[in-house]
């Protein structure tokens, strides 16, 4: 089989020092592990603004769509906030998703133990926890028509629709069945079907879906009340599918159950290409984190784990991508730490390189 490409998209923020950790890695499976990737480098968000003039390139989106996986670090910032809508960085990771058709979006969360005293829930709430939330990404209020802003009589008035088709609805819905058949055959569907007639179709389609897959216990719930139950007691949930502003909302809900943003992975994934592998671009679930970027603080496991996602999901190498999770577990029962994940007695504080060092020590001695 040919060497699989990878087109790596920093970004702008702390996206970039997270990546040069994720860099490193890729590194240490091709001398170490023999498993090589074909790695092109480009811009995107600000930093393709800045160039450009566009969050993201044409030939950009062209090698994104011609790559085996995009791994994206992560894009925006205030500089930019002053931008016209059209070419502010958030548009350039849209596109990526719009354009690749990457209707799925996985994002697992886990509490890893040594992290369990430290999430800002009791203990014994979070500990063991292990959940998959699917995000519809390609569709809803995100993408619906008619949108913009608008004037009506004597002022202005901003509008955004929240449109889903059946099918968009169904194809999301099978991602998320399928996964529960490998997890624990349980899933939770999440809408507001008291207030929304999208809200309505959701969960008829998805009970249509469940049909095929008897074996799944199904359970349908508001998304309010979703929220209040991920924090109430998280690990009464197995898969969660949900729509693509509820998603958005729901996982950085969850990203707190699991310690902390800077942990949270993600899969977005699309139908099979030619060679049988799924569209997919991976990418950390945290944004570009002004407030700390440029300092060495940044946490890059979460894009570290986006890469076993990788190895997982579109390589096909479910023993490396373990073999790096219980890297990270390892160095996080160690007590290494960045400073998103300081306060708690015994532990080291290292700096983004820092938390790579340890990583790679780790791998180094999994050999
Ligand atoms: P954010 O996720 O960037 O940051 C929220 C908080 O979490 C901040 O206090 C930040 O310091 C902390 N944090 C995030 N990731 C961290 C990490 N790896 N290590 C340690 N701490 C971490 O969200 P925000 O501040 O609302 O948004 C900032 C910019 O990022 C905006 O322009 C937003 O649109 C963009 N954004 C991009 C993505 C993406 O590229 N996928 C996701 C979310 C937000
Ligand atoms: C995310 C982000 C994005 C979203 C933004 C940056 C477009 O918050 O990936 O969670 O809203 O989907
Ligand atoms: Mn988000």
Known sequence: MSTPSLLILPGDGI???????VIRIIDWYGDKRGLKFDVTTDLVGGAAYDKHGMPLADETMAKAQAVDAVLLGA?????????????????????LRKEMDLFANLRPAQCFDALADFSSLKKDVVAGLDIMIVRELTSGVYF???RGIFTEGNERVGINTQRYTESEIRRVAI???????K???KLTSMEKANVMESGILWRDVVNEVAADYPEVEVQHMYADNGAMQLVRAPKQFDVIVTDNLFGDILSDCAAMLTGSL????????????ENGRPKAMYEPVHGSAPDIAGQGKANPIACILSFAMALRYSFDEGEE???LEKAIEKVLSDGVRTGDLLGEEGVTPVSTSGMGDAIL??????L
Not at 262 to 273: I, T
Not at 361 to 366: E, F, I, K
């Open 262 to 273: 800077g942990m949270l992975p993600s899969a977005s994934l699309g139908a099979p290409m």
């Open 183 to 185: 997890r624990n055959k």
């Open 361 to 366: 020590a780790a791998l180094d001695a999994s």
């Open 175 to 181: 991602a998320a069945f399928e996964l529960a058949m």
């Open 321 to 323: 991508a373990t073999r």
């Open 15 to 21: 996206g970039p020092e997270v990546m040069a950790e």
């Open 75 to 95: 894009v925006g910032g205030p500089k930019y906030d002053v931008l016209d809508f059209s070419v502010k960085p958030e548009r350039g990771l849209l596109r």
């Open 144 to 146: 619906g028509e008619p």
